[in-house]
């Protein structure tokens, strides 16, 4: 029998990239439970998209720190195309944010490439 996809689940990871995806997380290294939101979860993939990720060998915007990524953020709370719209401008040209959302997207269901996200965020729809 299948288990049901909606039965509650914890993320148990050290890997702070997870952070992307809402719901409960466990660190079993700093023994911390924490719940994500899904505007934490979004917020936290456009601060790593600004950032960068040197792990992941992601460049992100020139000169754009944490704290220049939380003042490009701020008070966008709530509203993904405004997140979207702020990190692209901050980028320039699309191209290399494309590349680089690709790689650091995370498939929350079947078919959740960050190309389909991209393609919903800039239609005018």
Request: with cysteine.
């Amino acid at each position: 029998m299948k288990k049901a996809i909606d039965e509650p689940s914890i993320i148990c990871s050290v890997d702070k990239d997870l952070h992307q995806i809402a719901g409960l997380h466990y660190n079993w290294v700093k023994e911390e439970y924490r719940e994500v939101s899904e505007h934490e979860a979004l917020k936290y993939f456009y601060t790593q998209l600004l950032t960068g990720d040197s792990a992941d060998n992601i460049k992100g915007v020139w000169k754009c720190g944490p704290v220049k990524a939380a003042a490009i953020l701020a008070g966008l709370e709530g509203n993904e195309r405004a997140m979207f719209n702020a990190v692209r401008e901050a980028y320039g040209q699309d191209d290399e944010m494309k590349l680089n959302g690709r790689c650091l997207w995370i498939y929350k269901k079947p078919d959740d490439d960050w190309r389909n996200h991209w393609n919903q965020l800039t239609s005018t729809a």
